[in-house]
């Protein structure tokens, strides 16, 4: 009768000894793969702090050009020190950017082991197509979107004849111009995640596209609301930036769609055989 708890617990001990050691196997890979991870970041945002003054500029074209539009000079104010933290900001954003593939690459490294081989197949183009749509939303943000932000702004000034008699001037400070450039650039970044978010709830089960569709007009709704959020108190922004989601979750619900006719036919062939 004194036997049997001792070799339940020799069993315990021994089902902790055996389990410890794939443990701390991952804890292992883990802490490499972030290293590397921190690396390509660290090396990045070196790269990019000595490019940061030329990325600056080539941010700024949409304010200079419509700033020439109205016929005055370009001019962004800073103050102390305030140029060298934009740079450093920018520099962090950028190298982030940049060394994406490299962490993407090293956490589906580290997830895939544990994931069959339909399962690792369906997760390599979702990996694939995040850094293209966040891309696609960033370049909207730049050759759409920031002209039309910055004649807005550049058309709100008048001269002091006007009105009261006060001349009204926009005076742009270089860290204002990067929060607002960044803020609509991660935004519609991470809104074009879109089709890749409700697809891969698709091929988890929790919607269809019969969902997406009699939900339509809901999420018509929570886009506009979300747009008004996330954008800078203009309308031209959060239209823009409301039609482009909209859009984007009718390509959804195309992919969704797409994907439920794919694992249908997967199941049907499975069965067959």
Sequence with gaps: MTQAPAKKERSDEEEIEASAAPLLDHLTELRSRLIVSFCAIGAAFVVCFIFS???????????????????????????????????VKLAMLAGVAIAFPVVAYQLYQFVAPGLYRKERAAALPFLLAMPVLFTAGAALVYYVLM??????????????????????????????YLTLTTTLIMAFGF???LPVFLTLLARAGLIDAAFLKRHRKYAIVGIFIFAAF????????QVVLGCSIIALYEIS?????????????????????
């Design 191 to 193: 809104a074009f995640q």
């Design 230 to 237: 996330l954008t800078p108190p203009d309308p031209i922004s």
């Design 53 to 87: 003054v030329p990325l600056y500029e080539f941010l700024v074209v949409p304010f200079r050009n419509a700033v020439v539009a109205a016929g005055a000079e370009p001019k962004l104010y800073f103050a102390p020190l305030e140029f060298f933290f934009t740079r």
């Design 147 to 176: 002209p039309f932000v910055m004649q807005f702004a550049v058309g709100m000034e008048q001269d002091a004849v006007e009105g009261s008699g006060v001349s009204i001037e926009l005076l742009t400070r270089v860290g204002d």
């Design 253 to 273: 619900v195309i992919a969704v769609g797409m994907a439920g006719r794919r694992e249908e036919m997967e199941e049907a062939e499975e069965s067959a055989a």
